[in-house]
């Protein structure tokens, strides 16, 4: 059942709708056929409902390899075969309609009897392979809106931009710039389809939205009125951006990656003039090639001129040096598979990732270019960026929650600090699984907090989808309150599900907003904490309000608090 929301949760992997020309594969020859009218409808259905644990060209990732025909050499050096055409049409209508053990989900009450037939025959045909997109393409879709000459020298509105929040309005391809001071909408910009993260530079003020389309809008905060000043289409799926943070390189680059095709593109970073298109294409940890290895979460060092650029099937942590970009030295750390996100611990030295499917996180030593632990944790971690703070028995830890396990978990990361040195003995070890519910995507503190807050959208139960649980950390035996936010929001009831999801701190720390993520034609809202009393200060909310999901805070984006 849990795999099923994950299922859910990765669906809209929205690329070959918006591409034209895709490379058709031969068809094996015992493969059932379909009319050119089937097989648009089985892509589109495969692009919305499976490339999301199945990868685009089906080699496997969460999900697992759906190729007409596969071989591989097992440990013990034997040679296994299978294969959809080998599992046959009904197999793979059963498999589809009612699950597996093994955690695929049930799609019987999402497809239609004769939808559940197309995909069985579709997967058994060989997958086509999209295009490419090369350097020329992403120039000719780079657009500078104002130019930098024509933009403002100076902050031309009057607003706390420290305290701004961009917020992804996911189904209308929109963000929301929402005034943390008043909690008006300064603005709302129209984006790539279902922006996925927002991310800061290095001076906190452009914004960097980074649509699941693959477009890149870069939003200049200090406008009279925030607005797009550039774009540029850095693939057809895409998920993750950050920008240049070291010092002497304030707002000089942006860094986006690809799902499809499987590469990275540098950028200007006040312009977003393509400078350089990487392929991450290459080997997996375990020594073989893969052709869709892609580009997962990607953060910026404050202590080198680096990006952590974590690609999702090779397992391989990159570690890109920006200082001569025509000449890209790239130091590659072997992790596990398949990475996803992940975030700083408090020192900003050791950068932590979700090897979701081996159930491992890896954190890597940034100051040192290796990785410094791979630890063992419980089902699929999901840290978002994760949390850190002071732990009364164990000093410093960050924090992961899980979509497959009910814990938070809690690792023990260094700290040259004097003070935590007798807590060396902890670190990189689980030192507490706190009680949680599965199903949950974020967790967040803040330094100046004493709340810690785990949400569970992917959580089965409406109830537990709604709510959210707060601890204290003095006492992390169990929370201190769990908060149904959707019946505090006052919204009338809906029959979609209104997910509870992505606590964010306002930058002074005091108030916690959390996003509904509710039906797509739904006047949703956003709820913000007081994060001292744990009770609601106000509900945003208004008719552009539409499946509010990632909010993020200028200040706490920009330095990396969480
Ligand atoms: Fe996310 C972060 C990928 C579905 C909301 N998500 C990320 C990152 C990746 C990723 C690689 C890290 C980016 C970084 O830090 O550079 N997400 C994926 C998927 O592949 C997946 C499973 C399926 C898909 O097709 O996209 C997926 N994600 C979702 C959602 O359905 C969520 C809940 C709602 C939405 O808006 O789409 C969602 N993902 C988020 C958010 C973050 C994120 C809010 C940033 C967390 C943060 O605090 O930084």
Same mark, same amino acid.
């Given at each position: 059942?849990?795999? &099923?929301?994950?299922? $859910?949760y990765a669906? @809209?992997?929205? /690329?070959?709708?918006s591409m =034209?020309s895709? +490379?058709?594969q031969q068809?094996?020859?015992d493969a059932?056929?379909l009319?050119a009218?089937e097989?648009?409808?089985?892509k589109?259905i495969y692009?919305?409902?499976c490339?999301g644990?199945?990868?685009v060209?089906r080699?496997?990732a969460?999900?697992?390899n759906?190729?007409?025909?596969w071989?591989?050499?097992?440990k013990?050096g034997s040679i296994q075969e299978?294969?959809?055409?080998?599992?046959g049409q009904n197999r793979?209508e059963?498999i589809i309609?009612y699950g597996t053990e093994?955690g695929?989900?049930?799609f019987?009450?999402i497809?239609t009897?004769?939808?559940?037939?197309l995909?069985a025959?579709y997967i058994q045909n060989?997958?086509?392979?999209?295009p490419?997109?090369?350097?020329k393409?992403?120039?000719?879709?780079?657009?500078v809106?104002v130019?930098v000459? &024509?933009?403002?020298t $100076?902050?031309?509105n @009057?607003?706390n /931009?420290k305290?701004?929040? =961009?917020?992804t +309005?996911?189904d209308?391809?929109e963000v929301a710039?929402?005034?943390?001071?008043?909690k008006e909408?300064?603005s709302i910009?129209k984006?790539?389809?279902?922006?996925?993260?927002s991310?800061?530079?290095?001076?906190?003020r452009y914004?960097?939205?980074?649509g699941?389309?693959?477009r890149?809008?870069l939003?200049?905060?200090?406008?009279?009125?925030?607005a797009v000043?550039?774009?540029?289409?850095?693939?057809?799926?895409a998920?993750?951006v950050?920008t240049?943070k070291f010092?002497?390189y304030?707002?000089k680059y942006?860094?986006a990656?690809?799902?499809?095709?499987?590469q990275?593109?540098?950028?200007?970073?006040d312009?977003l003039?393509?400078l350089k298109v990487v392929?991450?294409r290459?080997?997996?940890?375990d020594?073989?090639?893969?052709?869709?290895?892609?580009?997962?979460?990607?953060?910026?060092?404050?202590?080198?001129?680096?990006?952590?650029?974590n690609?999702?099937?090779t397992g391989?942590i990159?570690?890109?040096d920006y200082?001569?970009i025509?000449n890209l030295?790239t130091?590659t750390i072997?992790?596990?598979?398949?990475?996803h996100d992940?975030g700083?611990d408090?020192s900003?030295?050791?950068?932590l990732v979700a090897?979701?499917?081996?159930?491992?996180?890896?954190a890597?030593?940034?100051?040192v270019?290796?990785?410094?632990?791979?630890i063992?944790?419980?089902?699929?971690?999901h840290p978002?960026?994760?949390a850190n703070?002071?732990h009364?028995k164990y000093?410093?830890?960050w924090?992961?929650?899980?979509?497959?396990?009910?814990?938070v978990?809690?690792?023990s990361?260094?700290?040259?600090d004097?003070?935590?040195?007798k807590?060396?003995?902890h670190?990189?070890k689980?030192?507490q699984?706190?009680?949680h519910v599965?199903g949950?995507?974020?967790?967040?503190?803040h330094?100046?907090s004493?709340?810690?807050?785990?949400?569970?959208p992917?959580?089965?139960?409406?109830?537990?989808a709604e709510s959210v649980?707060?601890?204290?950390?003095?006492d992390?035996s169990?929370?201190?309150k769990?908060?149904?936010?959707a019946k505090d929001?006052?919204?009338p009831?809906?029959?979609?599900t209104?997910r509870a999801?992505?606590?964010e701190?306002?930058a002074?720390g005091k108030?916690?907003?959390?996003?509904?993520?509710?039906?797509?034609?739904?006047?949703?809202a956003i709820?913000v904490?007081?994060?001292?009393t744990?009770?609601?200060k106000k509900?945003?909310?208004?008719?552009?309000m539409?499946?509010?999901t990632?909010?993020?805070?200028v200040?706490?984006?920009?330095?990396?608090?969480?």
């Amino acid at each position: 059942m849990m795999y &099923k929301k994950l299922l $859910k949760y990765a669906l @809209p992997a929205l /690329l070959p709708l918006s591409m =034209s020309s895709v +490379l058709a594969q031969q068809a094996p020859a015992d493969a059932p056929t379909l009319s050119a009218e089937e097989k648009a409808q089985a892509k589109k259905i495969y692009f919305e409902r499976c490339a999301g644990c199945h990868g685009v060209l089906r080699k496997g990732a969460t999900g697992k390899n759906l190729e007409p025909h596969w071989s591989k050499k097992a440990k013990d050096g034997s040679i296994q075969e299978g294969g959809t055409l080998k599992l046959g049409q009904n197999r793979l209508e059963k498999i589809i309609g009612y699950g597996t053990e093994g955690g695929m989900v049930n799609f019987d009450d999402i497809l239609t009897k004769e939808e559940i037939s197309l995909m069985a025959k579709y997967i058994q045909n060989t997958p086509d392979v999209p295009p490419e997109y090369s350097f020329k393409d992403t120039l000719e879709s780079w657009k500078v809106i104002v130019p930098v000459d &024509k933009r403002p020298t $100076k902050q031309m509105n @009057p607003f706390n /931009l420290k305290n701004m929040f =961009s917020v992804t +309005l996911r189904d209308t391809g929109e963000v929301a710039l929402i005034d943390g001071d008043t909690k008006e909408i300064r603005s709302i910009v129209k984006t790539g389809y279902a922006v996925h993260i927002s991310r800061l530079s290095k001076s906190g003020r452009y914004v960097y939205v980074i649509g699941r389309d693959g477009r890149l809008s870069l939003i200049d905060l200090w406008m009279e009125k925030p607005a797009v000043v550039a774009e540029v289409k850095v693939g057809f799926d895409a998920r993750s951006v950050d920008t240049s943070k070291f010092k002497g390189y304030d707002d000089k680059y942006a860094i986006a990656g690809s799902y499809w095709p499987p590469q990275y593109v540098i950028m200007d970073g006040d312009t977003l003039k393509p400078l350089k298109v990487v392929s991450t294409r290459g080997m997996t940890v375990d020594g073989e090639y893969h052709p869709e290895p892609r580009v997962a979460s990607i953060v910026s060092s404050e202590i080198k001129p680096e990006w952590v650029v974590n690609i999702k099937e090779t397992g391989q942590i990159l570690l890109v040096d920006y200082s001569d970009i025509k000449n890209l030295k790239t130091t590659t750390i072997e992790s596990a598979k398949f990475l996803h996100d992940g975030g700083w611990d408090a020192s900003k030295r050791y950068f932590l990732v979700a090897a979701n499917a081996s159930n491992k996180i890896a954190a890597v030593d940034t100051k040192v270019g290796k990785l410094a632990a791979l630890i063992d944790v419980a089902k699929l971690p999901h840290p978002g960026r994760g949390a850190n703070f002071v732990h009364p028995k164990y000093g410093p830890v960050w924090a992961t929650g899980h979509l497959g396990a009910d814990v938070v978990t809690l690792i023990s990361t260094p700290s040259d600090d004097k003070k935590f040195a007798k807590y060396k003995e902890h670190n990189w070890k689980v030192v507490q699984e706190m009680k949680h519910v599965p199903g949950n995507l974020f967790v967040k503190t803040h330094p100046k907090s004493k709340h810690f807050w785990a949400d569970s959208p992917q959580n089965p139960e409406k109830d537990l989808a709604e709510s959210v649980a707060v601890w204290d950390m003095a006492d992390l035996s169990k929370p201190t309150k769990i908060i149904n936010v959707a019946k505090d929001s006052g919204l009338p009831e809906t029959k979609a599900t209104k997910r509870a999801v992505h606590p964010e701190y306002s930058a002074d720390g005091k108030e916690v907003w959390i996003s509904l993520w509710g039906g797509k034609a739904d006047q949703s809202a956003i709820v913000v904490y007081d994060d001292a009393t744990l009770k609601v200060k106000k509900v945003i909310t208004d008719p552009k309000m539409i499946t509010p999901t990632g909010k993020f805070n200028v200040y706490n984006t920009q330095h990396d608090i969480y």
